[in-house]
């Protein structure tokens, strides 16, 4: 199963797109100006999530955060999550939206699987 979740205010948009396959997940988070791969985040279950960070990228904690929460929801066996949202001259105000947007579809994915839906 395949879909994709946007969520937008302002100058900043995140997309999220999800592949589910036999009770495994990749994902795909990006936006801003320029989208591109700055951090990535596996996991499989009884394991712990490892982030690795791309040299002078800062996606690291949206995928750290992310991946921790996707485990925790019990409905994934294996996950493996990319990430790279670039907003030019982002300010202060913009990166914690940016954060907020990110949980946002990262919760709606959680519900989404609680509630067999995908």
């Known amino acids: 199963m395949e879909f994709t979740w946007n969520e937008?205010?302002?100058r900043v948009k995140v997309t999220l797109r999800c592949l589910l396959q036999n009770g495994d997940g990749m994902f795909w988070l990006y936006g801003g100006d320029r989208p591109h791969l700055g951090a990535v985040g596996i996991w499989s279950r009884g394991e712990e999530p490892q982030v690795t960070v791309f040299p002078g990228h800062k996606?690291?904690?949206v995928?750290?955060?992310a991946v921790c929460r996707l485990a925790g929801s019990g409905?994934?066996?294996n996950v493996t999550l990319g990430c790279?949202?670039?907003l030019d001259r982002i300010t202060p105000?913009?990166?914690a939206l940016v954060l907020t947007?990110?949980?946002r579809l990262t919760g709606r994915l959680i519900e989404t699987l609680e509630r067999g839906e995908a």
């Open 84 to 86: 790279g949202i670039h």
């Open 101 to 103: 947007l990110c949980r």
């Open 59 to 61: 996606e690291g904690v």
């Open 8 to 10: 937008e205010q302002g």
């Open 75 to 77: 409905k994934l066996g």
């Open 93 to 95: 105000e913009e990166i």
């Open 63 to 65: 995928v750290q955060e």
